[in-house]
């Protein structure tokens, strides 16, 4: 009986899923290699660096495939402290780089507490909001779960990154309305962030909040003509300039790997990290674009297709917290790349440089294959 439970386990295993993250990986790396010239020391190539995190990230994700999704549900509180506390750490230990402290460094390793915080976020969340409720959502219960999310984002917001901040919203948002909160009130809201924002922008943060750079990249959007003004160029509009030229200059196929000029000649900033779609448009032209954006369409629909499947409110709001996560970092990083968004930071999930994103996709994908692997369970 125990074995034939363990093989229908494993034929549930979602090995399509797994197939397109490890397509958007070898792709991400790649890009990587391809965009940052080597530096002689394999040790201290970038791509490397990525290839050890993408080992982390598969060792973490074995581990929580292997362990029961439900038995995680008494930790989550302690796991949501445990992300605070790392939050209010890398405010007074952390590295900071270009004025934000981000990471916290253990020796030759470095760790980006608000990544690990979406986890915390996603999972505190899910675990509030999924006792069943009858008919809409309380006020009160609405309050809580802002005021779960709202603490990880101060203290995020303090580093400062807004970007990273910014990627908690969508999961709240999804996660209210899928336990319930009303639709009408959900519009209403939305069309008064969609009133208030630009008076707030012109009357609050644009003169008392916002330093000159962000102000600049926002009006860049709002008014493009200041394109073409050189001073702009190559100051607030440089990073968005060179970027729609490398997507423009790869064409249906591209110029090839390693023979992308704005990034291997040093033109286009973050090449490996914010901008890393940028050089798979310009060495892969639109092929490689579309297939990127393709696989991870499909991560997205399988997700919602096993969020419907769940056998429990608490598993289906998890994989439904990773799907917002993942769809907005997408769509806000591809709007950057292509200068339709101001460029405020936001990665490309699985394909941009970094060991502490790279563990928290997989740790997040890790937990959508156990939830799925699970839903037959007693």
């Known amino acids: 009986m125990i074995a034939l439970r363990e093989t229908r386990r494993w034929r549930d295993f979602d ?15 790649t890009e990587i290699y391809s965009s940052v010239p080597s530096t002689g020391t394999i040790y201290k190539d970038f791509w490397f660096k990525q290839v050890i995190a993408i080992a982390v990230g598969l060792t973490a994700f074995t581990f929580v495939v292997l362990v029961d999704y439900r038995r995680i549900y008494n930790y989550i509180p302690q796991i949501y402290v445990g992300a605070l506390l790392l939050l209010v750490a890398v405010l007074i230990f952390g590295h900071e780089v270009k004025g934000q ?3 916290i460094n253990f020796g030759p390793m470095s760790l980006q507490p608000s990544e690990l915080a979406k986890i915390a976020v996603i999972l505190a969340l899910s675990r509030y909001l999924s006792p069943l409720r009858k008919g809409n959502l309380p006020w009160k219960d609405v309050g809580v779960a802002c005021v779960i999310t709202a603490i990880p984002m101060g203290l995020i917001m303090l580093q400062p990154d807004t970007g990273s901040a910014l990627t908690f919203i969508p999961v709240l948002a999804l996660l209210l309305f899928m336990s319930g909160f009303n639709l009408k009130l959900i519009i209403a809201t939305a069309v008064t ?21 962000q102000i600049m990249r926002i009006e860049a959007i709002l008014n493009p003509d200041l394109f073409e003004q050189p001073e702009f160029r190559r100051e607030y509009g440089y990073q968005t300039m060179q970027s729609v030229i490398a997507v423009g200059s790869g064409g249906v196929t591209g110029t090839g790997i390693t023979k992308g ?18 050089v798979l448009a310009e060495e892969m032209g639109f092929v ?45 990083n591809i709007g950057m790349v292509v200068g339709l968004l101001p460029i405020i930071g936001i990665t490309l999930p699985l394909m941009s440089y970094g060991g502490s994103s790279v563990l928290s996709m997989m740790i997040l994908i890790g937990l959508v294959i156990n939830i799925n692997l699970r839903r037959f369970a007693n």
């Open 261 to 278: 000029t704005q990034s291997r000649l040093g033109f286009l900033p973050e090449h490996h990290t914010d901008f890393i779609a940028s």
């Open 288 to 332: 490689g674009s579309i297939s990127a954006l393709l696989l991870y369409l499909f991560i997205i629909m399988r997700s919602i297709g096993l969020a419907e499947r769940s056998r429990d409110r608490f598993g289906m709001l998890i994989i439904l917290g990773f799907t917002g996560l993942i769809f907005f970092h997408v769509v806000v």
């Open 101 to 103: 402290k981000n990471w």
């Open 15 to 29: 090995w399509l899923l797994l197939m397109a993250v490890f397509g958007l990986l070898a792709l991400g790396t």
């Open 193 to 213: 962030v969609l009133v208030v924002t630009p008076l707030a922008y012109v009357h609050v943060l644009k003169p008392h909040v916002l330093k000159n750079y």
